[in-house]
């Protein structure tokens, strides 16, 4: 999914993400955790802002050209790791235990099956020590019975190629089922500079997974409690909202 083009721009596509801001309400749901495994880590964008010298922190990515760029941005820095491989490899392969566990940016809808599903919630638990907490995000499904997600048209100007501009033209296709979406974004990219304007397309594949697929999950592989916030981490979403945050604690 990530290996092809998009791997190779996809810092510049999403500049404008405040991992930040993100990585400041990680921390205040788990300060100072000594070690953190970030599941779906892309390029190290959360990482970049958790890093301390006093923890550490394995990332984890299917994507071998993201595990590249990632590897690079993060060259010398002792306290941080990169995995290539999903989390059930990365769990049959290390018997370190973690503090806190992340998977953000959507990293559960790129899972497209149920016993997939299963095999990450398990490998995750199985990963954290008792007691610490795992942070993910993901689309709403109620959001989407409410209204489905239109076609839409992204500018967006380079903020690692001088004089470089993308425009990013989405079209979204559904499949609904009974306690699932199957969403497919079609993306056409147009990239224009000074010397040349050239295209490229790629696809997204999403299943959107209803709440009682994630609280079946929660519920036989962490502690029943769990809260459901908005994406920016404020309490009480709603079927308008249509990315949402959980917090599970092992």
Not at 110 to 129: A, V
Not at 218 to 233: H, P, R, S, T
Request: proline share 3%.
């Amino acid at each position: 999914m990530y290996d092809n083009e998009l791997a190779e721009y996809y810092d510049d596509f999403y500049s404008a993400k405040d991992y930040q801001k993100e990585s400041e309400f990680i921390e205040k749901i788990s300060p100072s955790a000594p070690r953190i495994l970030d599941v779906g880590c892309g390029t190290g964008g959360h990482i970049k802002h958790l890093t301390k010298e006093t923890n550490f922190i394995q990332g984890v990515d299917i994507s071998t050209l993201m595990i590249k760029k990632a590897t690079k941005k993060f060259e010398g820095v002792k306290n941080v790791s990169f995995f290539n491989g999903d989390i059930k490899d990365f769990a049959t392969q290390h018997d370190n235990k973690f503090d806190l566990g992340i998977s953000l940016f959507n990293v559960v809808n790129h899972i497209m099956s149920q016993r997939k599903l299963e095999d990450f919630f398990k490998s995750i638990s199985d990963s954290l020590n008792n007691g610490a907490h795992f942070i993910f995000d993901c689309f709403n499904f109620s959001a989407f019975i409410r209204e489905k997600p239109q076609p839409y048209l992204r500018k967006i100007k380079s903020s690692h190629y001088p004089n470089q501009f993308y425009e990013i033209e989405s079209t979204p296709t559904f499949d609904y089922r009974s306690e699932t979406f199957m969403l497919r974004l079609n993306n056409k990219v147009t990239i224009k500079n000074d010397k040349e304007t050239k295209y490229f397309t790629y696809t997204l594949d999403h299943v959107i997974w209803s709440h009682n697929n994630f609280k079946e999950l929660i519920d036989k592989y962490f502690k029943n409690e769990y809260k459901v916030l908005k994406a920016n981490g404020d309490p009480n979403p709603s079927d308008s909202d249509y990315k949402i945050k959980f917090i599970c604690t092992k």
